[in-house]
T-cell receptor, first 114, second 112 residues
Framework: KQEVTQIPAALSVPEGENLVLNCSFTDSAIYNLQWFRQDPGKGLTSLLLIQSSQREQTSGRLNASLDKSSGRSTLYIAASQPGDSATYLCAVSQTTSGTYKYIFGTGTRLKVLA | DTGVSQDPRHKITKRGQNVTFRCDPISEHNRLYWYRQTLGQGPEFLTY????????KSRLLSDRFSAERPKGSFSTLEIQRTEQGDSAMYLC??????????FGPGTRLTVL
């Protein structure tokens, strides 16, 4: 059974710092991995999608890497801003009889202090 | 694309009542997913539709839960005889084939 773990559970940093969020998964047979952002009481916003054949994806100040063999992904946020404060969720997609459902971690709550 | 929409955004009900939520996916997305998220946890998969066919249901989806997607367009999730443990955020997502899943804003259910 796939399990996704995110470390740390919470993180508080001063504005301007570069930071790394970690995600690990127990079964390397994934279809893709996606990082999401969730603001309090809101839905999920997709940040980056990495296909299983890819090693990394970049969007603006965000860079996500994937090491499928070791079951790890990292989300790197450069020059953090107070607006980056949110919960970041990692999800892996596995295909079960054609269902590409996501299995989520419990998230990292990020607070960027002005 | 107007994005995935969900209605209502908030629902407060008394234990034992029935509730129904609606999800409108991004047009032309043939895949639709329902997830449930409790406080402090990541979303958990409930069920999946490809077009109008419900192809997978999680064990989390007890007999009190039913989902439909008539004509492969919008979807409804009904909970009968609600219990306090049903209180959660119910999230809907849609995708085109195996592409990125796009999530709606969710329906927050509170069962008193």
């Amino acid at each position: 059974k796939q399990e996704v773990t995110q470390i740390p559970a919470a993180l508080s940093v001063p504005e301007g710092e570069n930071l790394v969020l970690n995600c690990s998964f127990t079964d390397s047979a994934i279809y893709n991995l996606q990082w999401f952002r969730q603001d309090p009481g809101k839905g999920l916003t997709s940040l980056l999608l990495i296909q299983s054949s890819q090693r990394e994806q970049t969007s603006g100040r965000l860079n996500a890497s994937l090491d499928k063999s070791s079951g790890r992904s990292t989300l790197y946020i450069a020059a953090s801003q107070p607006g980056d404060s949110a919960t970041y969720l990692c999800a892996v997609s596995q295909t079960t009889s054609g269902t590409y459902k996501y299995i989520f971690g419990t998230g990292t709550r990020l607070k960027v202090l002005a | 694309d107007t994005g995935v929409s969900q209605d209502p955004r908030h629902k407060i009900t008394k234990r034992g009542q029935n509730v129904t939520f609606r999800c409108d996916p991004i047009s032309e997305h043939n895949r639709l997913y329902w997830y449930r998220q409790t406080l402090g946890q990541g979303p958990e998969f409930l069920t999946y539709f490809q077009n109008e066919a419900q192809l997978e249901k999680s064990r989390l989806l007890s007999d009190r839960f039913s989902a439909e997607r008539p004509k492969g367009s919008f979807s409804t999730l009904e909970i009968q005889r609600t219990e306090q443990g049903d209180s959660a955020m119910y999230l809907c997502a849609s995708s085109l084939a195996t592409d990125t899943q796009y999530f709606g804003p969710g329906t927050r259910l509170t069962v008193l």
